[in-house]
């Protein structure tokens, strides 16, 4: 990733108007900023959150709150709890995701 001709600017997160996205259960919200070809996302799943496809898209991701797991097309599963983040590049692993109890989340792609 480069980041180019980005001025240093600050982001009140929760002053961006967040947007529904549903799972195949359960509901994500995310609050979005979009720098050139960078989106930047704040992302709160509700509890019982089952994401509704495969993603292919690479991310920078930590989890911030609650607990997110991520499963992998090949059947390999990762668990993330605050603190903890995952990089996956473009088309690399094909992966979804899920919570129990919710998470909040910030990410990079």
């Given at each position: 990733?480069?980041?180019a001709d980005l001025p240093f600017a600050t982001t ?26 960078i989106r930047v996302r704040m992302v709160e799943y ?64």
């Amino acid at each position: 990733m480069r980041i180019a001709d980005l001025p240093f600017a600050t982001t009140e997160w929760s002053a961006i108007e967040p947007t529904e996205h549903k799972g195949d259960t359960g509901l994500a919200y995310w609050r979005t900023r979009t720098f050139g070809d960078i989106r930047v996302r704040m992302v709160e799943y509700t509890p019982g959150y089952l994401a509704n496809h495969w993603c292919s898209k690479g991310h920078i991701l930590l989890c911030l709150e609650g607990e997110l797991e991520t499963e992998l097309a090949d059947g390999r599963w990762f668990t993330l709890t605050p603190g903890v983040s995952y990089q996956v590049a473009d088309g690399a692993e094909p992966h979804r995701s899920r919570t129990r109890i919710g998470a909040k989340l910030f990410i990079v792609d």
